[in-house]
Protein backbone atom coordinates (compact mmCIF):
# COMPACT_ATOMS: atom_id res chain seq x y z
CA UNK A 1 0.00 0.00 0.00
CA UNK A 2 1.72 3.46 -1.16
CA UNK A 3 1.28 5.84 1.19
CA UNK A 4 2.87 9.16 2.06
CA UNK A 5 2.77 11.58 5.21
CA UNK A 6 -0.21 13.74 5.98
CA UNK A 7 2.12 16.88 5.60
CA UNK A 8 4.01 15.75 2.40
CA UNK A 9 4.63 18.81 -0.01
CA UNK A 10 3.88 17.88 -3.54
CA UNK A 11 5.25 20.72 -6.21
CA UNK A 12 7.21 21.95 -9.06
CA UNK A 13 10.18 23.33 -9.92
CA UNK A 14 11.84 25.38 -12.71
CA UNK A 15 15.03 28.47 -12.58
CA UNK A 16 15.23 31.90 -13.56
CA UNK A 17 17.69 31.73 -16.95
CA UNK A 18 15.57 28.50 -17.87
CA UNK A 19 11.73 30.19 -17.91
CA UNK A 20 12.76 33.73 -17.47
CA UNK A 21 13.58 35.38 -20.37
CA UNK A 22 13.64 39.35 -20.57
CA UNK A 23 17.19 38.73 -20.12
CA UNK A 24 18.11 42.47 -19.84
CA UNK A 25 15.20 44.01 -18.88
CA UNK A 26 14.35 46.55 -15.66
CA UNK A 27 18.25 47.02 -14.87
CA UNK A 28 19.27 43.52 -14.71
CA UNK A 29 23.01 42.59 -15.34
CA UNK A 30 24.56 39.79 -17.69
CA UNK A 31 25.49 36.46 -16.47
CA UNK A 32 27.66 33.89 -17.49
CA UNK A 33 24.90 32.40 -19.24
CA UNK A 34 24.02 35.19 -21.18
CA UNK A 35 27.84 35.44 -22.02
CA UNK A 36 27.64 31.94 -23.11
CA UNK A 37 25.00 31.72 -24.71
CA UNK A 38 25.89 35.10 -26.69
CA UNK A 39 29.60 34.52 -27.58
CA UNK A 40 29.76 35.17 -31.23
CA UNK A 41 31.42 31.65 -32.35
CA UNK A 42 31.00 30.01 -28.97
CA UNK A 43 29.13 27.75 -30.56
CA UNK A 44 27.83 26.74 -26.87
CA UNK A 45 24.47 25.53 -27.27
CA UNK A 46 22.62 23.68 -29.92
CA UNK A 47 21.35 26.00 -32.72
CA UNK A 48 22.47 29.04 -31.05
CA UNK A 49 19.46 29.10 -28.58
CA UNK A 50 19.57 31.41 -26.17
CA UNK A 51 17.47 32.24 -22.75
CA UNK A 52 16.55 35.64 -24.05
CA UNK A 53 13.15 34.98 -24.01
CA UNK A 54 12.75 31.52 -22.97
CA UNK A 55 9.21 30.77 -21.63
CA UNK A 56 8.97 34.33 -20.69
CA UNK A 57 8.12 33.72 -17.13
CA UNK A 58 8.89 37.42 -16.57
CA UNK A 59 5.72 38.21 -18.22
CA UNK A 60 2.97 36.14 -17.22
CA UNK A 61 3.51 35.14 -13.61
CA UNK A 62 -0.30 35.40 -13.30
CA UNK A 63 -1.04 32.79 -16.20
CA UNK A 64 1.50 30.22 -14.69
CA UNK A 65 0.64 30.36 -10.70
CA UNK A 66 -3.22 29.98 -12.32
CA UNK A 67 -2.26 27.02 -14.24
CA UNK A 68 -0.62 25.38 -11.01
CA UNK A 69 -3.53 25.81 -8.93
CA UNK A 70 -5.76 23.90 -11.23
CA UNK A 71 -3.01 21.42 -11.11
CA UNK A 72 -2.97 21.09 -7.67
CA UNK A 73 0.44 22.27 -7.30
CA UNK A 74 1.61 22.97 -3.34
CA UNK A 75 4.24 24.04 -3.92
CA UNK A 76 6.89 25.75 -6.14
CA UNK A 77 10.34 26.25 -6.18
CA UNK A 78 12.19 28.60 -8.51
CA UNK A 79 15.38 30.32 -8.26
CA UNK A 80 16.00 34.27 -8.07
CA UNK A 81 18.36 35.59 -10.75
CA UNK A 82 21.47 37.16 -8.88
CA UNK A 83 22.17 39.60 -11.56
CA UNK A 84 18.48 41.03 -11.50
CA UNK A 85 19.04 41.67 -7.85
CA UNK A 86 22.24 43.08 -8.14
CA UNK A 87 24.08 43.50 -11.53
CA UNK A 88 27.34 43.26 -10.78
CA UNK A 89 27.07 41.01 -8.07
CA UNK A 90 28.56 42.74 -5.00
CA UNK A 91 27.56 46.37 -5.99
CA UNK A 92 24.44 48.36 -5.86
CA UNK A 93 21.09 46.70 -5.82
CA UNK A 94 18.86 47.29 -8.63
CA UNK A 95 15.84 48.71 -7.20
CA UNK A 96 13.48 46.96 -10.26
CA UNK A 97 14.74 43.99 -9.69
CA UNK A 98 12.23 42.54 -7.40
CA UNK A 99 9.42 43.51 -9.50
CA UNK A 100 8.35 40.18 -10.95
CA UNK A 101 9.61 37.73 -7.83
CA UNK A 102 7.08 39.82 -5.70
CA UNK A 103 4.13 39.54 -8.37
CA UNK A 104 5.15 36.03 -8.44
CA UNK A 105 5.84 35.51 -4.58
CA UNK A 106 2.37 37.36 -3.94
CA UNK A 107 0.42 35.43 -6.81
CA UNK A 108 1.58 32.13 -5.14
CA UNK A 109 0.76 33.16 -1.56
CA UNK A 110 -2.89 34.32 -2.69
CA UNK A 111 -3.54 30.74 -4.11
CA UNK A 112 -2.52 29.27 -1.78
CA UNK A 113 1.03 27.59 -3.21
CA UNK A 114 4.05 27.94 -1.09
CA UNK A 115 7.08 29.77 -2.34
CA UNK A 116 10.35 28.09 -2.14
CA UNK A 117 13.29 30.19 -3.43
CA UNK A 118 16.54 29.12 -4.42
CA UNK A 119 19.22 31.55 -4.74
CA UNK A 120 21.77 30.37 -7.50
CA UNK A 121 20.59 28.24 -10.34
CA UNK A 122 23.97 28.97 -12.10
CA UNK A 123 23.11 32.50 -12.95
CA UNK A 124 26.77 34.24 -11.97
CA UNK A 125 26.69 38.01 -12.28
CA UNK A 126 29.11 38.16 -15.19
CA UNK A 127 31.10 41.02 -13.34
CA UNK A 128 31.75 38.35 -10.82
CA UNK A 129 33.77 35.94 -13.14
CA UNK A 130 35.56 38.21 -14.48
CA UNK A 131 37.39 38.54 -10.68
CA UNK A 132 37.39 34.68 -10.99
CA UNK A 133 33.79 33.49 -10.19
CA UNK A 134 33.88 30.31 -7.74
CA UNK A 135 37.63 30.56 -8.07
CA UNK A 136 37.74 33.70 -6.25
CA UNK A 137 37.31 33.20 -2.37
CA UNK A 138 35.75 36.86 -2.12
CA UNK A 139 32.81 35.56 -4.03
CA UNK A 140 31.90 34.22 -0.10
CA UNK A 141 31.15 37.60 1.00
CA UNK A 142 29.07 38.84 -2.04
CA UNK A 143 27.05 35.60 -1.76
CA UNK A 144 26.37 36.25 1.74
CA UNK A 145 25.09 39.84 1.27
CA UNK A 146 23.08 38.56 -1.68
CA UNK A 147 21.53 35.82 0.57
CA UNK A 148 20.98 38.69 3.07
CA UNK A 149 19.16 40.96 0.52
CA UNK A 150 16.74 38.89 -0.53
CA UNK A 151 15.83 37.08 2.24
CA UNK A 152 15.11 40.55 4.14
CA UNK A 153 12.86 41.75 1.14
CA UNK A 154 10.64 38.68 1.80
CA UNK A 155 10.76 38.16 5.22
CA UNK A 156 7.03 36.99 6.29
CA UNK A 157 6.36 35.86 2.94
CA UNK A 158 9.20 33.11 2.44
CA UNK A 159 10.05 30.56 4.96
CA UNK A 160 12.52 28.22 2.81
CA UNK A 161 15.68 29.11 0.91
CA UNK A 162 17.78 26.41 -0.88
CA UNK A 163 21.20 28.49 -1.26
CA UNK A 164 23.05 26.87 -4.39
CA UNK A 165 21.74 24.35 -6.76
CA UNK A 166 23.82 21.49 -7.86
CA UNK A 167 27.04 23.03 -7.21
CA UNK A 168 28.64 19.45 -8.43
CA UNK A 169 27.62 20.74 -11.84
CA UNK A 170 28.11 24.26 -11.62
CA UNK A 171 31.70 23.66 -10.53
CA UNK A 172 32.25 20.38 -12.85
CA UNK A 173 30.91 21.53 -16.18
CA UNK A 174 31.63 24.95 -15.51
CA UNK A 175 34.66 25.34 -14.64
CA UNK A 176 36.29 21.42 -15.23
CA UNK A 177 35.09 20.00 -18.64
CA UNK A 178 33.67 23.43 -20.01
CA UNK A 179 30.24 22.19 -20.99
CA UNK A 180 28.28 24.49 -19.29
CA UNK A 181 29.18 28.79 -18.61
CA UNK A 182 31.32 30.21 -18.04
CA UNK A 183 32.95 27.25 -20.54
CA UNK A 184 37.23 26.30 -18.44
CA UNK A 185 38.34 23.58 -18.88
CA UNK A 186 40.77 23.65 -15.55
CA UNK A 187 42.29 20.74 -13.44
CA UNK A 188 40.92 18.96 -10.93
CA UNK A 189 42.16 21.18 -8.11
CA UNK A 190 40.60 24.31 -9.35
CA UNK A 191 37.06 21.86 -9.71
CA UNK A 192 37.94 21.16 -6.03
CA UNK A 193 38.18 24.70 -5.00
CA UNK A 194 34.99 26.07 -6.80
CA UNK A 195 33.07 23.14 -4.89
CA UNK A 196 34.97 24.27 -1.31
CA UNK A 197 33.94 28.19 -1.95
CA UNK A 198 30.70 26.85 -2.40
CA UNK A 199 29.95 24.88 0.46
CA UNK A 200 31.78 28.37 2.53
CA UNK A 201 28.94 30.34 0.36
CA UNK A 202 26.01 28.37 1.37
CA UNK A 203 27.40 28.52 4.95
CA UNK A 204 27.50 31.92 5.18
CA UNK A 205 24.25 32.56 3.12
CA UNK A 206 22.88 30.26 5.89
CA UNK A 207 23.99 32.23 8.97
CA UNK A 208 22.24 35.32 6.88
CA UNK A 209 19.53 34.02 6.55
CA UNK A 210 19.00 33.04 9.94
CA UNK A 211 20.16 36.21 11.24
CA UNK A 212 17.19 37.91 9.60
CA UNK A 213 14.94 34.93 10.41
CA UNK A 214 15.83 31.89 12.78
CA UNK A 215 12.43 30.30 11.96
CA UNK A 216 13.47 30.38 7.94
CA UNK A 217 14.38 26.67 6.73
CA UNK A 218 17.51 26.60 4.82
CA UNK A 219 18.90 23.84 2.21
CA UNK A 220 20.95 22.96 -0.14
CA UNK A 221 20.19 21.28 -3.45
CA UNK A 222 23.08 18.05 -4.23
CA UNK A 223 23.17 16.03 -6.94
CA UNK A 224 25.44 13.26 -8.42
CA UNK A 225 25.76 9.80 -9.50
CA UNK A 226 23.56 7.24 -7.66
CA UNK A 227 24.05 3.24 -7.29
CA UNK A 228 21.85 0.53 -6.63
CA UNK A 229 22.41 -3.57 -6.07
CA UNK A 230 22.01 -5.67 -9.21
CA UNK A 231 21.25 -8.59 -6.50
CA UNK A 232 19.09 -6.83 -3.54
CA UNK A 233 21.10 -8.91 -0.66
CA UNK A 234 22.87 -7.11 2.26
CA UNK A 235 25.97 -7.08 0.40
CA UNK A 236 24.83 -5.84 -2.78
CA UNK A 237 23.11 -2.58 -0.86
CA UNK A 238 26.46 -2.50 0.73
CA UNK A 239 28.24 -2.48 -2.37
CA UNK A 240 25.62 0.49 -3.70
CA UNK A 241 26.24 2.37 -0.42
CA UNK A 242 30.19 2.36 -1.18
CA UNK A 243 30.29 2.79 -4.68
CA UNK A 244 27.63 6.07 -4.07
CA UNK A 245 30.51 7.64 -2.36
CA UNK A 246 33.55 6.58 -3.95
CA UNK A 247 35.78 9.70 -4.62
CA UNK A 248 38.47 7.42 -6.68
CA UNK A 249 37.04 7.31 -10.19
CA UNK A 250 37.09 9.81 -13.00
CA UNK A 251 33.42 11.57 -11.94
CA UNK A 252 34.56 11.93 -8.82
CA UNK A 253 33.18 15.51 -9.16
CA UNK A 254 29.77 14.44 -9.62
CA UNK A 255 28.88 13.07 -6.46
CA UNK A 256 27.01 13.53 -3.52
CA UNK A 257 29.95 13.30 -1.27
CA UNK A 258 32.48 15.64 -2.04
CA UNK A 259 29.97 18.31 -1.62
CA UNK A 260 27.95 16.64 1.28
CA UNK A 261 31.18 15.40 3.02
CA UNK A 262 32.85 18.70 2.63
CA UNK A 263 30.06 21.12 4.20
CA UNK A 264 28.54 18.22 7.03
CA UNK A 265 31.12 15.76 7.75
CA UNK A 266 33.64 18.43 7.41
CA UNK A 267 36.66 15.73 5.56
CA UNK A 268 37.23 14.31 2.64
CA UNK A 269 36.40 10.81 1.76
CA UNK A 270 39.75 7.81 2.20
CA UNK A 271 38.68 6.89 -1.63
CA UNK A 272 39.13 10.82 -3.09
CA UNK A 273 42.07 10.82 -5.80
CA UNK A 274 45.24 12.40 -4.96
CA UNK A 275 44.35 16.04 -6.44
CA UNK A 276 41.22 16.46 -4.16
CA UNK A 277 43.66 14.84 -1.12
CA UNK A 278 45.74 17.37 -2.28
CA UNK A 279 43.47 20.29 -2.16
CA UNK A 280 42.23 19.18 1.28
CA UNK A 281 45.22 19.53 2.67
CA UNK A 282 45.60 23.19 1.78
CA UNK A 283 42.54 24.07 3.45
CA UNK A 284 42.86 26.47 6.51
CA UNK A 285 42.02 24.62 9.77
CA UNK A 286 39.61 27.95 10.35
CA UNK A 287 37.15 26.98 7.09
CA UNK A 288 35.17 23.63 8.85
CA UNK A 289 34.82 26.12 11.58
CA UNK A 290 32.66 28.06 9.42
CA UNK A 291 31.07 24.83 7.59
CA UNK A 292 27.01 24.97 8.62
CA UNK A 293 24.73 22.37 8.41
CA UNK A 294 21.83 22.45 6.14
CA UNK A 295 18.39 22.63 7.68
CA UNK A 296 17.53 19.66 4.67
CA UNK A 297 19.34 18.19 1.83
CA UNK A 298 17.66 18.40 -1.82
CA UNK A 299 18.31 16.07 -4.28
CA UNK A 300 18.06 16.05 -7.98
CA UNK A 301 17.48 12.35 -8.92
CA UNK A 302 16.97 11.02 -12.12
CA UNK A 303 19.08 7.73 -12.32
CA UNK A 304 21.25 5.59 -10.78
CA UNK A 305 23.78 2.76 -12.14
CA UNK A 306 23.59 -0.88 -11.04
CA UNK A 307 26.47 -2.66 -9.13
CA UNK A 308 27.73 -5.96 -8.48
CA UNK A 309 28.52 -7.03 -5.11
CA UNK A 310 31.98 -5.75 -5.44
CA UNK A 311 30.75 -2.55 -6.41
CA UNK A 312 31.71 -2.64 -9.64
CA UNK A 313 29.48 -0.58 -12.15
CA UNK A 314 27.64 -2.88 -14.13
CA UNK A 315 25.28 -2.46 -17.44
CA UNK A 316 21.58 -2.42 -17.41
CA UNK A 317 20.00 -5.46 -18.83
CA UNK A 318 19.72 -5.19 -22.61
CA UNK A 319 16.86 -2.97 -24.20
CA UNK A 320 16.07 -1.29 -20.97
CA UNK A 321 14.59 1.87 -21.24
CA UNK A 322 15.50 5.32 -21.94
CA UNK A 323 14.54 8.95 -22.01
CA UNK A 324 15.08 11.30 -24.69
CA UNK A 325 18.02 12.69 -23.26
CA UNK A 326 19.53 8.54 -23.53
CA UNK A 327 19.63 8.65 -19.82
CA UNK A 328 18.59 4.82 -18.11
CA UNK A 329 15.22 4.67 -16.73
CA UNK A 330 16.10 3.30 -13.13
CA UNK A 331 12.96 3.51 -10.42
CA UNK A 332 15.48 2.01 -7.74
CA UNK A 333 17.48 5.48 -7.57
CA UNK A 334 14.26 6.99 -5.57
CA UNK A 335 14.87 4.22 -2.81
CA UNK A 336 18.48 3.62 -2.74
CA UNK A 337 19.48 7.47 -3.24
CA UNK A 338 17.30 8.61 -0.24
CA UNK A 339 17.97 5.98 1.91
CA UNK A 340 21.74 5.99 1.20
CA UNK A 341 21.80 10.06 1.88
CA UNK A 342 20.03 9.71 4.85
CA UNK A 343 22.19 6.84 6.18
CA UNK A 344 25.41 9.19 5.47
CA UNK A 345 24.27 12.35 6.72
CA UNK A 346 21.31 11.52 9.17
CA UNK A 347 19.04 14.94 7.44
CA UNK A 348 15.67 15.32 5.91
CA UNK A 349 15.50 15.06 2.46
CA UNK A 350 13.39 16.59 0.06
CA UNK A 351 13.11 15.21 -3.52
CA UNK A 352 13.98 19.17 -5.12
CA UNK A 353 14.26 17.32 -8.95
CA UNK A 354 13.20 14.22 -10.78
CA UNK A 355 11.28 13.64 -14.37
CA UNK A 356 12.67 13.34 -17.78
CA UNK A 357 12.83 14.41 -21.09
CA UNK A 358 10.42 13.10 -23.42
CA UNK A 359 9.64 13.21 -27.28
CA UNK A 360 6.56 15.24 -26.96
CA UNK A 361 4.14 16.99 -29.18
CA UNK A 362 0.85 18.47 -29.73
CA UNK A 363 -1.57 15.78 -31.12
CA UNK A 364 -3.78 16.61 -33.55
CA UNK A 365 -7.00 16.39 -30.99
CA UNK A 366 -4.77 19.74 -29.34
CA UNK A 367 -3.62 17.84 -26.34
CA UNK A 368 0.14 16.49 -25.44
CA UNK A 369 -0.21 12.73 -24.72
CA UNK A 370 2.91 11.72 -22.64
CA UNK A 371 2.11 7.61 -21.22
CA UNK A 372 5.70 7.64 -21.20
CA UNK A 373 6.08 10.60 -18.28
CA UNK A 374 3.20 8.87 -16.79
CA UNK A 375 4.75 5.40 -16.71
CA UNK A 376 8.04 6.95 -15.28
CA UNK A 377 6.74 8.86 -12.41
CA UNK A 378 4.44 6.29 -11.17
CA UNK A 379 7.57 4.02 -10.85
CA UNK A 380 9.71 6.34 -9.33
CA UNK A 381 6.92 7.40 -6.76
CA UNK A 382 6.09 4.11 -6.16
CA UNK A 383 9.73 3.39 -4.96
CA UNK A 384 10.21 7.13 -2.97
CA UNK A 385 7.35 5.57 -0.94
CA UNK A 386 9.16 2.62 0.24
CA UNK A 387 11.93 4.25 0.83
CA UNK A 388 9.13 6.83 3.09
CA UNK A 389 7.46 3.35 4.63
CA UNK A 390 11.52 2.50 5.59
CA UNK A 391 12.12 5.43 7.52
CA UNK A 392 13.59 7.57 5.69
CA UNK A 393 12.45 11.37 6.19
CA UNK A 394 11.41 12.21 2.64
CA UNK A 395 9.48 15.78 3.18
CA UNK A 396 8.79 16.85 -0.48
CA UNK A 397 8.84 16.00 -3.80
CA UNK A 398 9.23 18.85 -6.38
CA UNK A 399 8.82 17.83 -10.03
CA UNK A 400 11.31 19.09 -12.67
CA UNK A 401 9.95 20.85 -14.33
CA UNK A 402 6.41 22.53 -14.42
CA UNK A 403 7.43 24.22 -17.88
CA UNK A 404 9.14 22.13 -21.08
CA UNK A 405 12.39 25.67 -20.63
CA UNK A 406 15.77 25.98 -21.81
CA UNK A 407 17.91 23.19 -20.98
CA UNK A 408 20.95 24.64 -21.14
CA UNK A 409 23.89 23.30 -23.39
CA UNK A 410 21.03 21.27 -24.94
CA UNK A 411 19.04 24.37 -25.55
CA UNK A 412 15.20 23.72 -26.34
CA UNK A 413 15.66 20.68 -27.59
CA UNK A 414 14.78 18.28 -24.23
CA UNK A 415 11.16 19.13 -22.92
CA UNK A 416 11.25 18.09 -19.43
CA UNK A 417 7.96 19.92 -18.35
CA UNK A 418 4.59 18.64 -17.62
CA UNK A 419 2.96 21.70 -19.57
CA UNK A 420 4.07 21.67 -23.17
CA UNK A 421 5.17 25.52 -24.13
CA UNK A 422 5.19 26.14 -27.74
CA UNK A 423 7.70 28.00 -28.28
CA UNK A 424 6.92 29.83 -31.31
CA UNK A 425 3.73 31.42 -29.73
CA UNK A 426 4.66 30.58 -26.07
CA UNK A 427 1.39 29.08 -25.26
CA UNK A 428 0.96 27.03 -22.62
CA UNK A 429 -0.93 23.20 -22.67
CA UNK A 430 -0.96 20.68 -19.78
CA UNK A 431 0.48 17.60 -20.66
CA UNK A 432 -1.74 14.24 -19.78
CA UNK A 433 1.01 13.49 -17.17
CA UNK A 434 0.15 17.28 -15.83
CA UNK A 435 -3.39 16.05 -15.08
CA UNK A 436 -2.18 12.47 -13.50
CA UNK A 437 -0.12 14.82 -11.20
CA UNK A 438 -2.83 16.78 -9.95
CA UNK A 439 -3.96 13.10 -9.15
CA UNK A 440 -1.38 12.38 -7.21
CA UNK A 441 -1.72 15.37 -5.50
CA UNK A 442 -5.14 15.71 -4.43
CA UNK A 443 -4.90 12.08 -3.58
CA UNK A 444 -1.46 12.48 -1.42
CA UNK A 445 -0.26 9.62 -3.59
CA UNK A 446 -3.24 7.81 -3.22
CA UNK A 447 -3.88 7.14 -6.66
CA UNK A 448 -0.56 5.43 -6.92
CA UNK A 449 -2.18 2.53 -5.99
CA UNK A 450 -3.15 0.70 -9.19
CA UNK A 451 -2.20 0.63 -12.40
CA UNK A 452 -1.81 4.91 -13.96
CA UNK A 453 -4.09 5.90 -16.18
CA UNK A 454 -2.78 7.41 -19.02
CA UNK A 455 -5.07 9.79 -21.02
CA UNK A 456 -7.05 12.52 -19.31
Not at 39 to 63: M, P
Not at 256 to 266: A, E, G, M, T, V
Not at 297 to 321: F, H, L, T
Request: with cysteine; charged share 25%; aromatic share 12%.
Amino acid sequence: MIQFPKDFLWGVACASFQCEGAWDADGKGPSIWDDFCHEIGGNHVKHGDTGDVACDCYHRAKEDVALMKALNVRAYRFSVSWPRIIPDGDGAINPLGFKFYDELVNELISNGIRPLITLYHWDLPSALQHKGGWLNRDIVAAFERYARVVAEHFKGRVDCFMTLNEPQCAAYLGYGNGLHAPGWKLGDADVARALHHMALAHSAAQRAIKAVDPGISVGVVSCGGLCYPRNDTPAGREAARKATFDLGHPYWAMTFSIFLDDLILKRYDDSAIPAVRAFADSIPAGDWELMETPDFIGMNIYNARPVDDDARQVREPVGSPRTATDWPVTPEALYYGPMNVYKRYGLPIWITEDGLSNHDMLYLDGKVHDPKRIEFLHRYLTCLAQAVAEGVPVKAYLHWSFLDNFEWSDGYDQRFGIVYVDYATLRRVPKDSAWWYADVIATNGDSLNGIPKYYY
